[in-house]
């Protein structure tokens, strides 16, 4: 396969841009920039680019559904691109990881991320790839939504950027190697 649907997971809107629960759209954001993508489109359910590197091309999928209607916008480009889901690379925000750890899954289960929930939901399958990106939990009970939809404290944005190279290198290692061998690469201690 040589064509790749980057499912980049966040809200849309100034209050979100630059909140946790939008890493997902930062990783697209800094593929399209390092790569010299055209300008983000507004097309059906999602703002799109693309970017091509080492023979393969990567559209680039910024969802304008809100994160908890993902999978509109999965099932539609999926459908457009006639890409089966295993081209596609879904890259999310985690509240289990320790801030800027990488994870990339060949499927499994939503964690209780809401955009996964939806994408499962509608494509009918967890059979897919996701790359998650940790958020950190340092939350009071209670204040999940609060602590993932606020900006990274003063000490992670120093990180911030390197933290984002590593995640456009994971989205880029999924196309060239293939999920299991970019597992590999990606998930190391």
Request: glycine share 8%; with cysteine.
């Amino acid at each position: 396969m040589s064509k790749f649907l980057v499912l980049c997971l966040g809200n849309i809107g100034p209050e979100y841009a630059d909140t946790r629960h939008n890493v997902g759209f930062m990783v697209g954001d800094y593929l399209a920039r390092k790569h010299d993508a055209a300008p983000w489109e507004l097309g059906r359910h999602a703002f799109t680019t693309e970017i091509r590197a080492k023979g393969k091309t990567y559209v680039l999928v910024k969802p304008t559904t809100y994160m908890n209607l993902s999978g509109k916008a999965a099932a539609h480009w999926l459908s457009v691109l006639k890409l089966p889901k295993e081209s596609m690379l879904v890259v999310t925000d985690d509240l289990a990881l320790p801030f800027g750890k990488l994870r990339l899954k060949a499927k499994g289960s939503a964690g209780g991320q809401n955009g996964l929930k939806h994408i499962q939901e509608t494509l009918g399958s967890d059979e897919y790839a996701r790359l998650r990106f940790g958020i950190d939990s340092s939350f009071s009970k209670g204040r999940q939504v609060d602590y993932v939809l606020s900006p990274f404290s003063a000490d992670e944005k120093i990180e911030l950027e390197t933290r984002l190279e590593k995640a456009a290198e994971a989205v880029l290692a999924f196309g060239a190697l293939g999920v299991e061998r970019a597992m590999n690469v990606v998930n190391v201690k």
